[in-house]
T-cell receptor, first 111, second 114 residues
Framework: RKEVEQDPGPFNVPEGATVAFNCTYS??????FFWYRQDCRKEPKLLMS???SGNEDGRFTAQLNRASQYISLLIRDSKLSDSATYLC????????????FGTGTRLTVIP | GAGVSQSPSNKVTEKGKDVELRCDPISGHTALYWYRQRLGQGLEFLIYFQGNSAPDKSGLPSDRFSAERTGESVSTLTIQRTQQEDSAVYLC????????????FGPGTRLTVL
């Protein structure tokens, strides 16, 4: 089983829609969680960290469910500029190679 | 401010040749990572440097791959006797402190092996 699994999509949504992505992780020792955004043929950039209590940044809300071992990203009022691939990243303290990237969920916002 | 830079941005080489990819991390970042991303695929961890500690090489796919880092500065990833399957974008990232902190990625080197 992969460390991090995401639905690859694609998700095609109209402007203004609300869209949610989930990501599951396999190792309960995972400690830190992030969402990165990767535009086509560009490098990944941090979108937001995911805190235990959940956190919001404008139109973006991230949630963590440790019991079920998943994190989610909710995007409200989608903009054309939100079109990108969203990478789920999970980090655990044990072991040297402890940062795991999901393969990403592709979002296209349609005018 | 300077971000992570990588060179070359594109590299086309013939099968069997050696290539060297360079990464300049953000000044002061102690951690440096190399990843590989094949077309349409996720990021594949290759190697991780943290300060002066021994690097974690567990992600290197074969002994044709090696990497070095001088102190907390430049890193080079070397691929010997390249194969067509090595074609990918090679991304370097750096972070301040440990892996718990945000990673800043360079623009990548697109390697094409003919």
């Amino acid at each position: 089983r992969k460390e991090v699994e995401q639905d690859p999509g694609p998700f095609n949504v109209p402007e203004g829609a609300t869209v949610a992505f989930n990501c599951t992780y396999s190792n309960s020792a995972s400690q830190s969680f992030f969402w990165y955004r990767q535009d086509c043929r560009k490098e990944p950039k941090l979108l937001m960290s995911v805190y235990s209590s959940g956190n919001e940044d404008g139109r973006f809300t991230a949630q963590l469910n440790r019991a079920s071992q998943y994190i989610s990203l909710l995007i409200r009022d989608s903009k054309l500029s939100d079109s990108a691939t969203y990478l789920c990243v999970v980090n655990r303290l044990t072991g040297a190679n402890n940062l795991f990237f999901g393969t990403g969920t592709r979002l296209t916002v349609i005018p | 401010g300077a971000g992570v830079s990588q060179s070359p941005s594109n590299k086309v080489t013939e099968k069997g040749k050696d290539v060297e990819l360079r990464c300049d991390p953000i000044s002061g970042h102690t951690a440096l990572y190399w990843y590989r991303q094949r077309l349409g695929q996720g990021l594949e961890f290759l190697i991780y440097f943290q300060g002066n500690s021994a690097p974690d090489k567990s992600g290197l796919p074969s002994d044709r791959f090696s990497a070095e880092r001088t102190g907390e500065s430049v890193s080079t990833l070397t691929i010997q006797r390249t194969q067509q399957e090595d074609s990918a974008v090679y991304l370097c990232a750096s972070s301040f402190g440990t892996h718990l902190n945000e990673q800043f990625f360079g623009p990548g080197t697109r390697l094409t092996v003919l």
